[in-house]
C-alpha cells in the first residue's frame, strides 16, 4: 500500500530547464497518495519555454500525471512563481480544472492555518538594507549551469546525482545570510498577517522550523534536492527526499507543528 498524506507541497520543478529532475518526480509521485497536492510555484520555466525551447517528453509527462491527478479527485491547487508568473494572471480562475491563485490559506487537520505562497513577494523584505541580492540571480544561474554539465559528465560515466550547486552554496557566506534572513523575513510576515505558519518554495531549501513561535516550512526543490513537503493525518509536517527508489522522512527542527493551536 502506499504511504498516503492529507497534504502534499511541491515546487519548483523548473520544467522546460536541463537541470529539471521531471523523471524522479514522476517516479515519486508513483509512489505516494495524497488528498491535495499545492503547486507552489516555478512549476515551468516559462522564459525557457517563451524563447522556443522544447519541453521534452518526460516533462511533459509530469504536467500530465499532474491533471490526471487532478481529474480523478485529487484537489490540486497551483500558486505561480516568479518564472511562471506568466500564468499570475489567471489568479481566481481556473486552468484545465485546476484552481489559481497568488497566494493561498491551508488548515491543516491540527487548526493551524498556514500562508501558501511562492515567496519571490519576499525578496524585496530580504533585501532591504543589504547588498545580499545584488549578484545572486547571476550566481545562480551559474551553479545551475555548472550542475548541468558535471552531472551530464557523471551519467556518461555511470555516476549518481551529485548537487553540486547545494554543495557550493553551503559554503558560501552570503548564500547562508540570504537563506536564513529569507525565513526570518517570511516567519515575520506570515505573523504579521495573522497566521500560524508559512509554505512556500523559491530558495531551494528544504526546512521545517519554528522561528518565534511560527511554522517556518519549505517544500525545497526538484532541481537540486528532490524533496516535497507533507502534511501527515494528524497535521504534522514532514520533508520528503525522493532517494532515487524510496523516500527518505525528514524531522522537523524545534517543535512540531501537529498540536492544536
Known amino acids: ?46 522564459d525557457r519555454i517563451n524563447a522556443g525551447q522544447r519541453l521534452p517528453d518526460v516533462h511533459r509527462r509530469v504536467i500530465s500525471r ?30 484545465a480544472g485546476i484552481p489559481v491563485a497568488i497566494e ?9 492555518r498556514l500562508l501558501v505562497i511562492h515567496g519571490d513577494a519576499l525578496d524585496g523584505l530580504v533585501r532591504q538594507g543589504t547588498n545580499l541580492g545584488q549578484y545572486g540571480a547571476r550566481a545562480y544561474r551559474f551553479l545551475m549551469r555548472l550542475d548541468v554539465a558535471i552531472n551530464r559528465l557523471r551519467s556518461g560515466l ?30 515575520r510576515y506570515a505573523s504579521s498577517r495573522g497566521y500560524d505558519g508559512i509554505v512556500c518554495g523559491h530558495i531551494h531549501k528544504p526546512c521545517v522550523r519554528e522561528i518565534s513561535g511560527v511554522c517556518y516550512a519549505n517544500d525545497g526543490d526538484w532541481v537540486e534536492h528532490r524533496s516535497a513537503l507533507a502534511e501527515t493525518a494528524d497535521g504534522a509536517l514532514r520533508i520528503l527526499h525522493w ?18 493551536a
Do not use: C
Open 1 to 46: 500500500m502506499l504511504p498516503r498524506y492529507r497534504t502534499l507541497w511541491i515546487s519548483d520543478l523548473h520544467l522546460g530547464t536541463r537541470a529539471s529532475r521531471a523523471a524522479d518526480l514522476l517516479d515519486f509521485l508513483s509512489k505516494i497518495a495524497t488528498e491535495r497536492i499545492y503547486l507552489v510555484g516555478d512549476i515551468l520555466d516559462l
Open 66 to 95: 499532474l491533471l490526471e491527478l487532478a481529474g480523478s479527485g485529487t484537489e490540486v491547487r497551483y500558486i505561480p512563481g516568479n518564472h511562471d508568473g506568466g500564468f499570475r494572471r489567471f489568479a481566481a480562475r481556473d486552468i
Open 104 to 112: 493561498d490559506e491551508h488548515e491543516t487537520a491540527s487548526g493551524r
Open 158 to 187: 555511470d555516476r549518481d546525482y551529485w548537487p553540486i550547486s547545494a554543495a557550493v552554496k553551503k559554503r558560501i557566506r552570503l548564500a547562508n545570510e540570504y537563506i536564513e534572513r529569507f525565513e526570518e523575513t517570511a516567519a
Open 243 to 260: 532517494q532515487g527508489d524510496s523516500i527518505l522522512i525528514t524531522e522537523p527542527s524545534g517543535p512540531d507543528f501537529r498540536l492544536a
